[in-house]
C-alpha cells in the first residue's frame, strides 16, 4: 500500500473494521469510568463518605449519670433524673434551614438561638448528633414525634439531670450546672466534652467535676437509607461518676437555712475537734434545679437584679466588720502581753477620750467600775478601749491571724475571700501614712479597717474551745466510687495552734458563758436552760449616723448595723462553734442569737424547749 495516499476505510477488510471500532468504544467508555472514578473519589468524596455511612452506622451516644451527693449520714442531697434532649445528625439534613424554622416553632427557642448551636456542633465528627434543646417537656416530644417525617436526622436523647431529693438545701456549696462555653471546650481538661453537655460552674459540682463527671457511653448502630435501626453493631455501656460524702447533716443544715426566716446573712456550724462544717448556709438562697432544668432568661435577670444578692456566697465571700466578737481578740491579746489581767478594773462613764476624739460606749450612761467578767458579759467598750491603748495594734492583729483571722482558710469551694487584719504595716503600704491612735479604739471594737467572713469567725471561735488549734474548715468527708470502695477520706487538717496562756484563755471563757448565762449577758435571752453554751454578741456598723437617737425602725435597711453571734456549745466541754451574721439585722443579741440557739437546740436534740423570756438591752 503506497503510505502517501490518504487512508482509505472502504479498503479496509470487514473484520478489520469491526475491530477498530470495537477499540475505539473501548477506549471511550474506559475514559468514561476513570472520569467517573475521578468524580467519585476526588471531587465527590466527602458526599459519598456521608452517603455510606448515613446508610450503614449511626453513632448513639448514652450519657454517663452524674455522681451523687450525699450528707454525713447517707441522706440523698444531689441525685439524677432522665431528661429528654433534641438532637440532630446533620448528615442527614439537606436543608438547616428549613429545619431549624421547624424546630424552632416546636421548641419555642429563637431560630437564631437553634442556628448559633447548630454551628458550635459542627466541630464534632459528622456522626455525632449535635444538640439543639435540653430537658424538653413530654408534650414537645410527642409533638416532635409526630411530625418526625418533616423533621430529616432528629433524634431524641435522654440524659441524666440534677435532681434535689430535699429541694433547695445548701446550693451555694454543692453548686449548679450549666451548658460548656466555647471557652472551657477549648481548655485541655474538657476535650472529651462535646456542645451541649454540661458541667460544673459552681460551688462543689464545679470544684469535684472529674470525680462527678463519669464517662459517657456509646451505641453503635447499622440503619437503613431511611435512618431506620437494622441492629446494634457495638455498645460501650457508660461508667457513672464518683459518689461524695459531706460532713453536713442535712436536717441542721435545713434548720439553719430556715431560722432566717428570709433575713440576708450567712450562718457556720463545725465540729471544734476536727473542722468539719456540719451546716454551712448563705440566705437568700437560689433553686439549684433551675439551673439544672436551665434558666429562663427572666429567671436569670431576677437573680442578678435582686438587691439581696441571692448568688452571692455569703458565708465565705461576705466581708463584715466583726464588731464586738473582736473583742475576744483585744482581751487575749492583752491579757497575753501582760497589760491587763482579768482582774483590771476601768470605771466606764459610757464615753472616753483620745485627743480631740470621744470614743463612746454602746451603753450611754455607762457600765461603771467594769472588769474582764463583766466587760464581755455586757460588751462594754470603754474597757477594751483602755486596754487596747496599752497592747497596740501589732499585738492585736497578730493575735487575730493566729486565731485563723485575716487570710482564706482553703475551703474547696472556691471565692472564698481572706477579710483583712490590718497593722502599722499594712496601713504604711496601703495608704502611705501612720496609724494613728484612734484607729486602735477601733480595731479593738472589731471596727474601722477589719473585715471577716462568717467561715473565719466560726472557726476563731471554734479555737477558743478547743483550747486554741486552728483547724482548716472542709466539707467532705470522704469519696465512693461506685463499688462502694472509699477513694479519698479528708482528715482533719491543722493550720495553727494558736499560742493562749491557761489563764487567759480560762478568763476568756467564763466571759464568754457569762454573755448567755447570766442576768444582764447581752445574749441571756437565747439561754438553753437545759444546756449552757459559751458565746459573744457583736453589732458592726454599715454608716455612722449622725443621730443615735434615731428610732431604729425608721433607718432605711440598707444603713441599719449588721447583727453578728459567735457560740461554741455546750460551755464546758465544747463540741460544735457556731457563727451567725444577719444582714442589717441591728442587733447581735436580738437578730443573729436567736438563730443560733435554733442550730444549737436542734444539734443536741432540745428542739421543743421553751426559752425563757426575760428582756435586755445591748448589742
Avoid at 229 to 240: D, E, F
Avoid at 350 to 368: E, I, L, S
Avoid at 583 to 598: D, M, T, V
Wanted: charged share 25%; glycine share 8%.
Amino acid at each position: 500500500m503506497n503510505r502517501d495516499f490518504p487512508f482509505d476505510w472502504q479498503a479496509l477488510p470487514q473484520n478489520r473494521k469491526r475491530y477498530v471500532l470495537a477499540s475505539l468504544a473501548a477506549t471511550v467508555v474506559f475514559l468514561l469510568l476513570l472520569l467517573r472514578l475521578w468524580q467519585l473519589q476526588i471531587i465527590s468524596d466527602e458526599y459519598y463518605r456521608t452517603l455510606s455511612e448515613k446508610n450503614r452506622t449511626r453513632y448513639i451516644p448514652i450519657a454517663a449519670q452524674r455522681g451523687r451527693i450525699f450528707d454525713r449520714d447517707g441522706r440523698l442531697l444531689a441525685d439524677n433524673r432522665p431528661a429528654f434532649n433534641v438532637t440532630v445528625l446533620r448528615q442527614e439534613v439537606e436543608d438547616p434551614e428549613l429545619l431549624l424554622d421547624r424546630l424552632s416553632r416546636f421548641l419555642s427557642v429563637d431560630r437564631e438561638e437553634l442556628l448559633k448551636r447548630w454551628n458550635a456542633g459542627k466541630r464534632l465528627p459528622r456522626y455525632r448528633p449535635i444538640p439543639l434543646a435540653w430537658d424538653v417537656d413530654r408534650k414537645t416530644l410527642e409533638e416532635i414525634m409526630e411530625n418526625a417525617v418533616d423533621l430529616p436526622g432528629v433524634l431524641m436523647e435522654t440524659r441524666p439531670v440534677r435532681s434535689f431529693p430535699l429541694g433547695s438545701i445548701a446550693p451555694h456549696f454543692l453548686g449548679y450546672l450549666g451548658e460548656i462555653t466555647e471557652k472551657e471546650l477549648g481548655l485541655p481538661e474538657f476535650e472529651n466534652y462535646r456542645p451541649g453537655d454540661v458541667v460544673g460552674k459552681a460551688g462543689l459540682e464545679k470544684y469535684l467535676e472529674a470525680i462527678l463527671c463519669g464517662i459517657d457511653g456509646e451505641r453503635r448502630v447499622e440503619v437503613d437509607v431511611k435512618g431506620k435501626s437494622m441492629r446494634i453493631l457495638k455498645t460501650q455501656n457508660p461508667q457513672p461518676g464518683n459518689q461524695v460524702f459531706l460532713t453536713l447533716q442535712a436536717s441542721l443544715q435545713q434548720v439553719a437555712e430556715q431560722a432566717f426566716d428570709g433575713q440576708a446573712g450567712a450562718a457556720v456550724v463545725i465540729n471544734v475537734h476536727s473542722g468539719e462544717i456540719l451546716a454551712i448556709t448563705s440566705q437568700p438562697t437560689f433553686d439549684p434545679a433551675q439551673f439544672a432544668r436551665g434558666l429562663t432568661t427572666s429567671e436569670w435577670r431576677d437573680l442578678q437584679t435582686n438587691p439581696l444578692k441571692p448568688l452571692q456566697n455569703r458565708a465565705i465571700s461576705g466581708q463584715y466588720p466583726p464588731g464586738s466578737i473582736f473583742k475576744i481578740v483585744t482581751a487575749l491579746a492583752a491579757l497575753k502581753a501582760g497589760v491587763a489581767t482579768p482582774s483590771t478594773r476601768v470605771t466606764c462613764k459610757g464615753a472616753t477620750t483620745v485627743g480631740d476624739h470621744t470614743f463612746r460606749c454602746w451603753k450611754r450612761w455607762g457600765h461603771g467600775p467594769t472588769d474582764l467578767h463583766k466587760a464581755l458579759k455586757e460588751s462594754c467598750d470603754v474597757w477594751f478601749y483602755k486596754v487596747a491603748l496599752d497592747v497596740g495594734i501589732d499585738n492585736i492583729a497578730a493575735m487575730a491571724r493566729e486565731l485563723g483571722l485575716g487570710s482564706a482558710l482553703g475551703l474547696p469551694v472556691g471565692m472564698e475571700k481572706s477579710g483583712l487584719i490590718p497593722d502599722r504595716n499594712w496601713k504604711r503600704k496601703r495608704y502611705g501614712k501612720s496609724w494613728y491612735l484612734g484607729e486602735t479604739l477601733n480595731a479593738a471594737i472589731g471596727q474601722g479597717y477589719i473585715l471577716t467572713t462568717p467561715l473565719q469567725l466560726a472557726t476563731m471561735i471554734a479555737a477558743i474551745a478547743n483550747g486554741g488549734t486552728v483547724y482548716r474548715p472542709h466539707i467532705i468527708k470522704h469519696i465512693e466510687n461506685n463499688g462502694h470502695q472509699t477513694m479519698q477520706s479528708v482528715e482533719p487538717e491543722i493550720l495553727h495552734q494558736a499560742a493562749l496562756p491557761a489563764f487567759a484563755l480560762d478568763a476568756v471563757r467564763e466571759g464568754l458563758e457569762a454573755v448567755v448565762n447570766e442576768p444582764g449577758g447581752t445574749a441571756w435571752r437565747s439561754r438553753l436552760d437545759e444546756l449552757p453554751y459559751a458565746g459573744k454578741t457583736g453589732t458592726s456598723q454599715v454608716v455612722k449616723l449622725r443621730d443615735d437617737s434615731r428610732d431604729e425602725k425608721l433607718i432605711p435597711y440598707r444603713f441599719r448595723d449588721h447583727a453578728l453571734f459567735a457560740a461554741y456549745a455546750p460551755a464546758q466541754k465544747p463540741e460544735i462553734a457556731v457563727a451567725v451574721v444577719v444582714e442589717h439585722g441591728s442587733h447581735g443579741s436580738s437578730a443573729a442569737a436567736p438563730i443560733a440557739k435554733a442550730i444549737i437546740a436542734h444539734y443536741f436534740g432540745l428542739d421543743k424547749q421553751t426559752p425563757t423570756s426575760q428582756n435586755t438591752t445591748g448589742e
